[in-house]
């Protein structure tokens, strides 16, 4: 790694974790946490900033950088099915109430 790159890097997780709190929509964040790209204690700290009221994390313990290629793929985009079917519901409930 250069150092440009390196600085580049550090500069850009900050901006990353400066903008978190300005999430304020349903949010979910999935990650591996056996990523060697993308620390997963970085990953956790951004999700504790995030501001949404409606945020959901799941850690997938043998998972790398990209949970959806790797061998748990299946219960990757089944949980995300999931949260977004929630969402669909919450919508739903809220038109009707709404209504």
């Known amino acids: 790694m250069t150092p440009g790159l390196g600085r580049g890097l550090i ?24 990523d060697k790209i993308t620390p997963p204690t970085k990953l956790g700290s951004f999700f504790k900033h995030v501001s949404s009221k409606d945020k959901q994390l799941i850690e997938y313990p043998a998972a790398k950088h990209r949970p959806i290629d790797g061998a748990g793929k299946e219960q990757f985009l089944r949980d995300m099915i999931i949260w977004l079917d929630q969402q669909v519901e919450k919508i739903q409930k809220n038109k009707v109430q709404a209504g």
Do not use: C, D, E, H
Request: glycine share 8%; no cysteine; proline share 8%.
């Open 11 to 34: 500069l850009g997780v900050s901006r990353v974790l400066n903008k978190a709190p300005l999430i304020t929509m349903p949010f979910l964040l999935q990650y591996g946490l056996r």
